[in-house]
């Protein structure tokens, strides 16, 4: 959510990447689908390791619903208005209150983001 002005996914993955004290790269095509099979395996000892309730990814998520988000061939820009037209005040106001609600881990902590095999 945002508050109410209109946003671009290319202008939003910076930020979020500069929270979390990351590199950014050029745009590259990949499907979450073929991702989500591909580390099948990866998931099911993340959830082994976590004591998930799910350890087939696939149960979750297919990655056909992110492939579709993500994966439009067009500028694509977000409005978060009308939400606050029908009288839902809660959403944060800023850039940074959204990011510390969404991310509530510290921008300095220390991220493992590669999957175990």
Known sequence: MNNGDLWRWSELWP??????DLDIAPPVS?????????Y????????AANALIQSDI????????????????????????????AGDSSLPRNRPDVLRSACPLSRRQNYSLTATT
């Open 30 to 38: 990949l499907s979450l689908q073929q991702l989500f099979s591909d």
């Open 40 to 47: 099948r395996h990866s998931w099911r000892n993340i959830a």
């Open 15 to 20: 930020v979020i990447a500069a929270w979390f």
């Open 58 to 85: 696939l149960a979750i998520s297919d990655g056909s619903f992110a492939d579709f988000v993500f994966g439009w061939h067009y500028d694509m820009f977000g409005d978060g208005s009308k939400i606050r037209q």
